[in-house]
T-cell receptor
Framework: GQQVMQIPQYQHVQEGEDFTTYCNSSTTLSNIQWYKQRPGGHPVFLIQLVKSGEVKKQKRLTFQFGEAKKNSSLHITATQTTDVGTYFCAGGRGNQFYFGTGTSLTVIP | NAGVTQTPKFQVLKTGQSMTLQCAQDMNHEYMSWYRQDPGMGLRLIHYSVGAGITDQGEVPNGYNVSRSTTEDFPLRLLSAAPSQTSVYFC?????????????FGNGTRLTVT
């Protein structure tokens, strides 16, 4: 079954509002990766977190990896219409990546 | 440098038909994988390969076969298509495999089984 859960499944925000998606695993992960998929497109790699408690920033995006390496979050400050898409986390363990169910973000201009 | 190339982009099959989804990469990646994407289910791993001649099952392997005779190619075979296999299929590759290398995805194949 699904080993990595992600919430919320959908999020609608007004342009300029903040957005956060959360990723939770039932088991400890080696690392966590985040991907973005535009409507009709394919997932594109955003970032990877490896260390417990790690925080990384990419412009308006902030990524965190939990202390126990079982959860992660992606926070977008002041959303823009270009942020529209589905955001997936993916946990690495063994020879497999386990993808979260994704959060679909809609930004209302 | 084309990256990961998937063909076809769209396919309609009748129940019971067989077909092969093609995937090729030109990045000399050792690890290749197939995912299916269904609404609300995220991306689920079907099969993967850590190198030529080596394949293994993922989360949802039933009804699918793979082979890896070369580093570049990783075809996915549907043996007898069923409506439950209606989905978007993505091939993805990475240099060294999980957990530390990012996946590069193809553009996907949208499959409908009637």
């Amino acid at each position: 079954g699904q080993q990595v859960m992600q919430i919320p499944q959908y999020q609608h925000v007004q342009e300029g509002e903040d957005f956060t998606t959360y990723c939770n695993s039932s088991t400890t992960l080696s690392n966590i990766q985040w991907y973005k998929q535009r409507p009709g497109g394919h997932p594109v790699f955003l970032i990877q977190l490896v260390k417990s408690g790690e925080v990384k920033k990419q412009k308006r995006l902030t990524f965190q990896f939990g202390e126990a390496k079982k959860n992660s979050s992606l926070h977008i400050t002041a959303t823009q219409t270009t942020d529209v898409g589905t955001y997936f986390c993916a946990g690495g363990r063994g020879n497999q990546f386990y993808f979260g169910t994704g959060t679909s973000l809609t930004v209302i201009p | 440098n084309a990256g990961v190339t998937q063909t076809p982009k769209f396919q309609v099959l009748k129940t019971g038909q067989s077909m092969t989804l093609q995937c090729a990469q030109d990045m000399n990646h050792e690890y290749m994988s197939w995912y299916r994407q269904d609404p609300g289910m995220g991306l689920r791993l079907i099969h993967y390969s850590v190198g030529a001649g080596i394949t293994d099952q993922g989360e949802v392997p039933n009804g699918y076969n793979v082979s890896r005779s070369t580093t570049e190619d990783f075809p996915l075979r549907l043996l007898s298509a069923a409506p439950s296999q209606t989905s978007v299929y993505f091939c993805a590759s990475t240099k060294r495999g999980p957990p530390n290398s990012p996946l590069h995805f193809g553009n996907g194949t949208r499959l409908t089984v009637t």
